[in-house]
């Protein structure tokens, strides 16, 4: 939420962040009934499965947009570093997000 005009919207338990109406973020809670707590950023075309296959405790494609070059990060793991997470949401926001707040965030 400290970047501009973000903007959260409750499902269930899960969270949408958006930047004027293009999701940049998802907070997922046993989405599909996976048993898992992620957060999923937008990432380079064929990064995201490259790091679900090097790195499978760490990262996973979610169901439904992993197709579409979206990663998850697990956050249910003993450590998780805090400082990557924040740099994946900003580099996710500055893919979707309009050009001119990518310059800002």
């Known amino acids: 939420m400290a970047l501009p005009e973000a ?3 409750r499902s269930g338990s ?3 962040f958006k930047v004027r109406n293009k999701v940049f973020a998802y907070l997922l809670d046993d989405h599909h009934n996976d048993g898992r707590l ?3 950023c937008k990432t380079e075309l064929g990064e995201h499965a490259d790091l679900a296959r090097r790195y499978p405790d760490k ?3 979610p ?3 992993g197709s579409k070059g979206w990663v998850a990060i697990r956050l249910d793991r003993p450590k998780v570093d805090w400082d990557e997470i924040r740099d994946f949401i900003r580099a996710s926001y500055k893919r979707v997000g309009p050009k001119t707040m990518s310059k800002i965030a």
């Open 14 to 16: 899960h969270r949408t």
């Open 63 to 65: 169901a439904n947009i």
């Open 59 to 61: 990262f996973y494609l």
């Open 7 to 9: 903007t959260c919207e």
């Open 38 to 40: 992620a957060v999923c």
